[in-house]
């Protein structure tokens, strides 16, 4: 896979977060808390962590339904697992489409613009509920009034975010009950974008072009049906919630291994933090990112800066492997390769059936 501007970018973000997180750090202190640490919860954090996986497999199924109706666990798991370590080991989230290529391999039911459409159905649920979990953490008697990360207070992140949240709900489902009228602004933006072009460059948009982003419209369209169905839609939330209590737990179990007495509620806001944090492009595996938002957030509640770190370093090495490994046996399996991946929208047509 080429190393485009977005990877180059994540790849100087990570170094610098890295230096950030590890600045003014002991690492004789580091070393001395990993000696001390439980092994034994370590290891049970690692397990709980991992078990978020066959749960964002299991919820794809609802979000897929309206699509390909009933697909098994055993058709969903392995591409789960496949883009998860694909974005441990590639920059630029490039695990994202190596998710949707994989399905779309797996079976002819769902083509890859609808499965790639899909995901984003399936982190506009997370992004919802984390920032839910997160904020309702702040209700807990335990979190410091007038707290502040990176120097923003948390009452004006949480406005703003809220405020996003809204926005971004309120679009999508203005593309599901008014798809025509999406696609009619999308058509006349497309020609004024092309006349504008045309009249200052010299050059128009191709058809084929329009086209193509009119197909991907409608398919994204198509795969934002499950917000349509309540009962669909309070499906998909159910299970988003449970994965993102067991990864609230799994952090819990990790600093209980490394002696931080924070409160359940703590990993809750924290998991809200440094999802925030790995939204920005970065280098594989969200490494530098990941311990600069732990040693951050965890600062809030009293943790010191090597303590915390100790956590984030452990937890996230910990984690890191079993999902890799997983991943990497079901794409050896497959017959996959990163070239296949990186052209997958190109070489991966539309299907009459998601229109």
């Not at 990176?150 to 309120?170: C, E, H, Q, R």
């Not at 460059?201 to 072009?209: I, N």
Request: a positive charge; proline letters at 6%.
């Amino acid at each position: 896979m080429k190393l485009g501007w977005r990877s180059a970018l994540g790849i100087l973000l990570s170094a610098v977060f890295l230096y950030l997180a590890f600045k003014g750090i002991n690492f004789g202190e580091v070393m001395a808390n990993v000696r001390k640490a439980h092994l034994g919860l370590l290891a049970l954090s690692a397990v709980a962590a991992t078990f978020i996986f066959p749960l964002r497999a299991r919820r794809w199924r609802p979000i897929l339904d309206p699509i390909a109706p009933n697909l098994s666990f055993g058709i969903l798991w392995p591409p789960v697992a496949i883009g998860m370590m694909i974005n441990n080991v590639a920059p630029a989230r490039a695990g994202e489409p190596a998710r949707a290529f994989a399905l779309s391999r797996s079976t002819p039911k769902v083509p890859f613009p609808a499965a790639f459409a899909s995901l984003v159905v399936d982190r506009l649920f997370d992004m919802v509920v984390l920032l839910l979990l997160m904020f309702g953490a702040m209700f807990d008697p335990a979190f410091p009034v007038g707290a502040k990360v990176f120097g923003v207070t948390m009452a004006s992140l949480a406005i703003k975010g809220i405020a996003f949240v809204v926005i971004i709900i309120g679009v999508m489902y203005a593309m599901v009950l008014f798809p025509e009228r999406i696609l009619a602004l999308y058509d006349a933006f497309a020609r004024g974008f092309g006349a504008f072009t045309q009249k200052l460059f010299g050059w128009r948009v191709s058809t084929s072009v329009e086209s193509r982003g009119r197909s991907a419209l409608e398919s994204l369209t198509h795969g934002m049906s499950v917000l349509r169905t309540p009962s669909r839609f309070a499906e998909v939330f159910g299970w988003t919630l449970l994965h993102w209590l067991l990864n609230a737990f799994a952090f819990w179990l990790a600093f209980r291994a490394v002696g931080i007495t924070a409160p359940y509620s703590a990993a809750l806001f924290l998991q809200g933090v440094i999802a925030v944090g790995v939204a920005a492009p970065q280098a594989p595996g969200f490494f530098g990112i990941f311990e600069l938002c732990g040693k951050e957030g965890l600062s809030l509640y009293g943790v010191d800066a090597g303590t915390a770190v100790t956590w984030a370093i452990g937890f996230h090495f910990l984690s890191y492997i079993p999902i890799t490994v997983i991943g990497s046996y079901y794409f050896l399996r497959a017959g996959l390769s990163m070239d296949q991946i990186e052209h997958a929208g190109d070489t991966t047509e539309p299907a009459a059936a998601n229109r």
